[in-house]
């Protein structure tokens, strides 16, 4: 199963965050979702405040486009990217997915 997905001209990515790594950075897979580490603690929404931004950042994207669809409270989260562009093609590697 494929982390990520095209749905129309959005992607919709599997995530799991690691909250409180040195830095900020894809870090491969787990299982079939990427696996990101962040900087920020899961304290008072920093976390995904932090992974909203390093994805908008990834896709080049505005932070507006970037939304958490399913798991605010966990490591698991399902993250979708309006009108996403066609990703790196290390991510791309990552995702499964154009």
Do not use: Y
Request: charged share 25%.
């Amino acid at each position: 199963m494929p982390a990520g997905r095209r749905d129309g001209t959005d992607l919709v990515i599997e995530v799991r965050v690691q909250p409180r790594a040195p830095r900020s950075g894809f870090a491969g897979l787990h299982g079939w979702r990427i696996r990101i580490r962040l900087q920020a603690p899961p304290v008072d929404g920093r976390a995904n405040a932090a992974l909203v931004a390093f994805m908008a950042e990834a896709f080049a994207v505005p932070r507006a486009q970037v939304v958490i669809e399913q798991g605010l409270s966990a490591r698991d989260k399902r993250v979708r990217i309006r009108d996403a562009p066609p990703p790196d093609p290390s991510i791309s590697e990552l995702l499964g997915c154009a």
